[in-house]
């Protein structure tokens, strides 16, 4: 089955610069990525999503790249604040899986003010 | 909408309990999942459901962990008896199946075996 590699594990930034957080997956034929933010005794809120048939896609401060051949997929985010600190998941999706993710282990951004 | 609601919020139960966890999606979806969240094993599925339907089950540890969806508007997730390693937080998600992929998540319930 699928496999989604996320790094790195623990990420402190200075507020104001930029995080970027990576995630691998293993079957080419997953055509689905999205990005949950899990603030603190909360569920995961999906932030965005990409599609096998796009490079990028960007909303306001947040941005996620895709690089099929490669087989990897990363989440930009700009300008970071102290509201962004949470831990941040990705995930994968293949066809004909009734619509199953396969989650990375979670990457715990920490913005400091 | 409401989103997805859980219930209960916490629960602290004793070893050898049976535990019943309740969840009601987003109207009009028709895919729901349940996961199980703990720090050494992040987020696993543990079953899910298409049109009130099990589909994969796979990721259910024992049995003694069931799950039910009677209609489309609530499923249970039932541990019987409970274990101390049971111990976690558990959520439910749903979807729409077709043509739109993503899951939206409940706020959880956490539980605690003694």
């Known amino acids: 089955g699928e496999n989604v590699e996320q790094h790195p594990s623990t990420l402190s930034v200075q507020e104001g610069d930029s995080a970027v957080i990576k995630c691998t997956y293993s079957?080419?034929?997953?055509?689905?990525f999205p990005w949950y933010k899990q603030e603190l005794g909360k569920g995961p809120q999906l932030i965005i999503d990409i599609r096998s048939n796009v490079g990028e896609k960007k909303d306001q401060r947040i941005a996620v790249t895709l690089n099929k051949t490669a087989k990897h997929f990363s989440l930009h985010i700009t300008e970071t604040q102290p509201e962004d600190s949470a831990v941040y998941f990705c995930a994968a999706s293949p066809p004909n899986t009734g619509n199953q993710f396969y989650f990375g282990t979670g990457t715990s951004l920490t913005v400091i003010p | 909408d409401a989103g997805v609601i859980q219930s209960p919020r916490h629960e602290v139960t004793e070893m050898g309990q049976e535990v019943t966890l309740r969840c009601k999606p987003i109207?009009?979806?028709?895919?729901l999942f349940w996961y199980r969240q703990t720090m050494m094993r992040g987020l696993e599925l543990l079953i899910y459901?298409?049109?009130?339907?099990?589909?994969?089950d796979s990721g259910m540890p024992e049995d003694r962990f069931s799950a039910k969806m009677p209609n489309a508007s609530f499923s249970t997730l039932k541990i019987q008896p409970s274990e101390p390693r049971d111990s976690a937080v558990y959520f439910c998600?749903?979807?729409?199946?077709?043509?739109?992929?993503?899951?939206?998540f409940g706020p959880g319930t956490r539980l605690t075996v003694t």
């Open positions: 459901f298409n049109n009130n339907v099990p589909i994969d």
């Open positions: 079957d080419s034929a997953s055509n689905y």
């Open positions: 998600a749903s979807s729409f199946s077709i043509g739109t992929y993503e899951q939206y």
């Open positions: 109207s009009g979806h028709n895919s």
